[in-house]
């Protein structure tokens, strides 16, 4: 049985398990193999946070380097000498709290919700070679249900450690290589075909 063309924009489908028997004659799903291996998408999830942190990594940087020293002399009777105390400047304590981290989300919201919504692929997830897909049509997701998968992650995470990892080590197990964001959003990372996102 030959495999669907691929759709516009050459994106190919998921697998599907249509035309595969097992020997007592039942059907069968997909191989492991057809889905991305847990390493490639942790490489790819790295890549895709590294920009993330070296925005974070600066604002606190910036905060650190412009530090302002205040000093007090004591002209009281004890006569206990000149007073200094370090404190955070206006400009550190902005940068910090306030730009870089929106920065850091603009890069999330533009990476993982628009690009990897649009054609598959975040910036990680295309330099390892992969595509996040629907699992029942092939297609990108889209912007919203990208970005809601990727937030679903964050809140996860902030929730509890052990609730995300066992989220991010399911595909360890699983026979499609989900996630638990991936069973509930009906997505499938896959390997790119030749041509790339």
């Keep these: 049985m030959t495999a669907p063309p691929p759709p516009l924009g050459g994106l190919r489908p998921a697998p599907v398990s249509a035309g595969l028997m097992t020997s007592a004659g039942m059907p069968a799903g997909p191989s492991p193999d057809a889905f991305t291996p847990w390493r490639t998408r942790v490489c790819a999830w790295l890549l895709d ?61 533009w990476n993982l919700g628009y690009r990897q919504g649009v054609t598959g692929c975040s910036i990680g997830k295309s330099i390892m070679g992969f595509q996040l897909i629907g ?12 970005l809601l998968r990727e937030f679903g992650y964050l ?39 030749t041509a790339s996102c």
Aim: contains cysteine; hydrophobic residues 55%; negative net charge.
């Design 155 to 193: 809140i996860l995470l902030a929730a509890g450690g052990l609730l995300w990892f066992v989220a991010v080590l399911y595909p360890l197990w699983d026979a499609k290589r989900q996630t638990v964001a991936d069973k509930i959003m009906s997505t499938v990372c896959i390997p790119l075909p």
């Design 49 to 109: 946070y590294l920009p993330v942190s070296l925005l974070i990594g600066i604002g606190w940087a910036v905060l650190a380097a412009t530090r302002e020293t205040t000093c007090v002399a004591d002209i009281s009777e004890y006569d206990l000498g000149e007073f200094c105390r370090v404190d955070a400047s206006t400009v550190g304590t902005v940068s910090a709290l306030a730009v870089f981290p929106l920065l850091a989300v603009a890069c999330v919201v």
């Design 135 to 146: 699992e029942k049509d092939g297609r990108p997701i889209g912007f919203a249900r990208s």
